[in-house]
């Protein structure tokens, strides 16, 4: 186990600043307005785009409300006229509609493409335990499904559901848009017993893609309208269960949680908005910035994708 080279570390977390918080729209300010207005009809945009970005930065990224933001601009202002202060509505409405393609914070790589498969909850609403409890108010989660690649530790796609929404169901998707976002299809998908399920052996073994899933103990070899699974569960015992965990990587499986664990340290484990829309769009583009912060990548380079 290699020792963690502290100074390099420390840089790494320094340039995170500057990747969410540079203030570069104010070199690009008025050329930046005139691209955008060119060919406009109706009314212009008054703000250009990576100024709204800064602002949903600090609102999704820094948990800043709209309306404090708006006063930290005003306050800005003051030493850097150029800045003009957009009202709370105006922040908020122009913020939600920035969707961070997730594709465009991939590095190119080569070798096999690996995903590994989990997800996990977030608070729709930052109450303490002691208010739920006390009020008996429940206000539900909102699960993050993500596949992250076990060689670049990049997400690679990523689903939003309700809590009563099953892992098992978001296979397929998942997959389907890590191929999209990457460009290939991986080669094998690694996943906990959540995702044994007939249904999805046999999606990953129509497109050719090896089945990381752990297979419950007592799984009958005997295929029951699913070959592709059958074939697994008599390979798994075959092999027993260290030897097959060695041969697919199934410990890899903990990139999840690692990318899990750095998401709820980085941006919190509830959400701000309120309405299913916006919730949606605020915790895709936090767990989306994850990858321009493990790549050291500029937020703002996004834009011109």
Known sequence: ??????KEYNKTLVRRGEI???????????????????????????????????LKVLHDIL???????????????TYIPVIHAP?????????IQIELPLRTTLRETSGDFVITVDSSGIKVANRGEWMRHKWKVRRGWIKVHIAVDVHTKEIVAMKITDEHTG?????PPLVSHAHTCKG??????LGDGAYDSKRNFAYLDARGIA??????????????????????VRERKKL?????????GYGKRWMNETTFSRGKREFGEYVMATKWDNMVNEIKFQYTVLNLLLNQTSIYSTLSH
């Open 63 to 77: 948990h800043i409300k709209y309306r404090q933001t708006e006063g930290f601009i005003r306050a800005l202002s």
């Open 167 to 171: 892992d098992g169901r978001l296979l």
């Open 87 to 95: 009202s709370f509505s105006q922040i908020r409405r122009r913020a």
């Open 20 to 54: 969410l918080f540079s203030l570069e729209f104010l070199d690009t300010w008025n050329k930046e307005l005139r691209n955008m207005n060119e060919g406009k009809r109706g009314r212009p945009y008054y703000f250009p785009m990576s100024f709204i970005m800064f």
């Open 1 to 6: 186990m290699h020792e963690r080279n502290w």
């Open 184 to 189: 290939r299809a991986p080669a094998t998908v």
């Open 240 to 248: 027993g269960y260290e030897a097959w965990r060695v041969k697919y």
């Open 211 to 232: 089945a990381g899933i752990k297979i419950r103990e007592n799984a009958s070899p005997k295929a029951r309208g699913s070959p592709a699974r059958a074939k697994y």
